[in-house]
T-cell receptor, first 111, second 116 residues
Framework: DGGITQSPKYLFRKEGQNVTLSCEQNLNHDAMYWYRQDPGQGLRLIYY???????QKGDIAEGYSVSREKKESFPLTVTSAQKNPTAFYLCASSIAVQPQHFGDGTRLSIL | AQKVTQAQTEISVVEKEDVTLDCVYE???????LFWYKQPPSGELVFLIR??????QNEISGRYSWNFQKSTSSFNFTITASQVVDSAVYFCAFKISNFGNEKLTFGTGTRLTIIP
């Protein structure tokens, strides 16, 4: 079945460490997105990419980095510069003007 | 800038009752899309509906119905005869109708609990 796969489901980060969250889709969607969700808040856009080798900052890009070397993959790196990384991270993809499809999310915590 | 407000943080109703989730948006754009997503305890967001700003017809899908009113900038969601499986967080979202700009603006969500 086509869909979006995020891994791992749970991730722990030590202080000063970079971690990378994986997002893979087999829907042949052109656009991919990363959102952050905090308790009691809506989803906030971190980065998005509409084509391979191109991406744009969202509303809260500081402390994060992405790459889009393949259409299917859009990994998110949470760098040590992100001082409050504990959150639920959701990846999404879409094609044309169709609604975004979401993965199951990765929950990141700080050790 | 666009803004989506879901004033109801949490709602609890007894099973089989009807419940309405409110969504109010702010925009200066004349063409846009509105969405509702459901987030069950498992975490993924499930798409429920998309509405174009030119189409103010109400929509019904089974026990779900949506009331879009441009005059009040609202896009409310009603669940009829609620069931325990409806328990989830529901998000309303907005997107301007501009190909190449796919950014969604989300409300803060309403946590709905259906009591058996």
């Amino acid at each position: 079945d086509g869909g979006i796969t995020q891994s791992p489901k749970y991730l722990f980060r030590k202080e000063g460490q970079n971690v990378t969250l994986s997002c893979e889709q087999n829907l042949n969607h052109d656009a991919m997105y990363w959102y952050r969700q905090d308790p009691g808040q809506g989803l906030r856009l971190i980065y998005y990419s509409q084509i391979v080798n191109d991406f744009q900052k969202g509303d809260i890009a500081e402390g994060y980095s992405v790459s889009r070397e393949k259409k299917e993959s859009f990994p998110l790196t949470v760098t040590s510069a992100q001082k409050n990384p504990t959150a639920f991270y959701l990846c999404a993809s879409s094609i044309a003007v169709q609604p975004q499809h979401f993965g199951d999310g990765t929950r990141l915590s700080i050790l | 800038a666009q803004k989506v407000t879901q004033a109801q943080t949490e709602i609890s109703v007894v099973e089989k009752e009807d419940v309405t989730l409110d969504c109010v948006y702010e925009t200066r754009d004349t063409t846009y899309y509105l969405f509702w997503y459901k987030q069950p305890p498992s975490g993924e967001l499930v798409f429920l509906i998309r509405r174009n700003s030119f189409d103010e017809q109400n929509e019904i899908s089974g026990r779900y119905s949506w009331n879009f009113q441009k005059s009040t900038s609202s896009f409310n969601f009603t669940i009829t005869a609620s069931q325990v499986v409806d328990s989830a967080v529901y998000f309303c979202a907005f997107k301007i109708s501009n190909f190449g700009n796919e950014k969604l603006t989300f409300g803060t969500g309403t946590r709905l609990t259906i009591i058996p």
